[in-house]
Structures are given as C-alpha cells and as structure tokens.
Antibody, heavy 123, light 111 residues
Framework: QVQLQESGPGLVKPSETLSLTCTVS????????WSWIRQPPGKGLEWIGY???????NYNPSLKSRVTISVDTSKNQFSLKLSSVTAADTAVYYC?????????????????WGQGTLVTVSS | QSALTQPRSVSGSPGQSVTISCTGT?????????VSWYQQHPGKAPKLMIY???KRPSGVPDRFSGSKSGNTASLTISGLQAEDEADYYC???????????FGGGTKLTVL
C-alpha cells in the first residue's frame, strides 16, 4: 500500500519561501507523476504542479513564477518550494500520486494522497 | 472562482439517489475523457471515487457512478448512506498549458 507523508514548517513569514517535502513509502517513486495540491481553509482544491520521477515538471500557470518542484529518487521524496508567500498562500498542502501514461501528463487521476499539512503565512 | 462549476450543496434521504453536476467547457470536461471525482470528509484527504469519467477504483462501492454529456460531467450516488455525507470535487484535464482544473466542491448532506 503506497503511503505519502508531507513534512515541513507549519508557519512561514510573508515574503519568505514555503518548503515542503513528501516522502513516499510502500512503493517506488519511479514511473509515476507526483503532484502538489493545496486547499485554503474552507475552500476548494487547487493544483500546484507535477514532477515526473525523471525530474520533468509542469506547473499551474497562475503559480508558475513562484513554484519549484524537485525530486530525490534516492530518498523516495519530492519537494515543493513556493517563494514570496502571502496570506493567500495559507492552506492545507497535499502531495499526491498522479496516474497517467508517460508523456501524457495530466491525462489521468490522483489515486494516493498524503494526509495534508497546514501551512500558515503570518508574521 | 473555480474553473469547473459545481452546485454548492445537494441533499438526499437515506436510500435515495443524488446527482452532482460538474460543468466546464470544450477545453476541459467536454474535450477529454479525463474527469475524476474525489470524496472528502472533514479534516481528511480527498479520496478517488471515479476516474476517466466513469471508472471505479477497486474498493469503491458500485453505488457511485460517473457519466458525461457535452461539457457537463455527473456523479451519481444511489442508495444514499449516512457515510456518503461529505464534500465532492470534480477534476478534469484541461490541455497542455493549464493541465488540471478542479470544481469548487459540492457538500452532500444525507438528511
């Protein structure tokens, strides 16, 4: 059974960089796309971006200028960095596995999710 | 404002059926058969219920079914049970620039 676990600071100051890591257990990070999705308190889901285990990435155009997603296959982990954060970036951040054919990123679905971690942006 | 439009809330009595709609455009829902549905209980992570418009993952009851007509996808839950009370989100592929869009979510209340 694949399990995902987010980790990182729960409080980030405005204008700083939010950094989170997702550790994948129960399966290899290889041969799948991995994603970050967030949910502001009381609101809906917003896709942030994907990374393939090879390192190729695709980002939500609305966040692209501030987002970096990276992967460490040796640790079975992938990470999110979101720069220049504001209060609007306060949300529960989820990592998830995306199932789609190679080269067909996005043409699929999210089958495994982490439990989510709340990140609050405040001074 | 979410890219896909869902009703804010729906309700039904135990045993009844409810349908949740998800309306997009020809650039997302209407253009591809990559619509998925997620159930989210309070404080929990979303759970995949339907993928590729109408396919059910292993372990999801056959009371849950999905369909699509034009730019609108639908999730139907038959034989409502108390544990079905949750928020439901639709999701669609939206082309090779936007990639993924979610609906705003629908709160299902089992009366």
């Amino acid at each position: 059974q694949v399990q995902l676990q987010e980790s990182g600071p729960g409080l980030v100051k405005p204008s700083e960089t939010l950094s989170l890591t997702c550790t994948v257990s129960g399966g290899s990070i290889s041969s799948y796309y991995w994603s970050w999705i967030r949910q502001p308190p009381g609101k809906g889901l917003e896709w942030i971006g994907y990374i393939y285990y090879s390192g190729s990435t695709n980002y939500n155009p609305s966040l692209k200028s501030r987002v970096t997603i990276s992967v460490d296959t040796s640790k079975n982990q992938f990470s999110l960095k979101l720069s220049s954060v504001t209060a609007a970036d306060t949300a529960v951040y989820y990592c998830a596995r995306h199932v789609s054919k190679v080269g067909a990123v996005g043409r699929g679905y999210f089958d495994y999710w982490g439990q989510g971690t709340l990140v609050t942006v405040s001074s | 404002q979410s890219a896909l439009t869902q009703p804010r809330s729906v309700s039904g009595s135990p045993g009844q059926s409810v349908t949740i709609s998800c309306t997009g455009t020809s650039s997302d829902v209407g253009g591809y058969n990559y619509v998925s549905w997620y159930q989210q209980h309070p404080g929990k992570a979303p759970k995949l219920m339907i993928y590729d418009v109408s396919k059910r993952p292993s372990g999801v009851p056959d009371r849950f079914s999905g369909s699509k007509s034009g730019n609108t996808a639908s999730l139907t839950i038959s034989g409502l049970q108390a544990e079905d009370e949750a928020d439901y989100y639709c999701c669609s592929y939206a082309g090779s620039y936007i990639y993924v869009v979610f609906g705003g979510g629908t709160k299902l209340t089992v009366l």
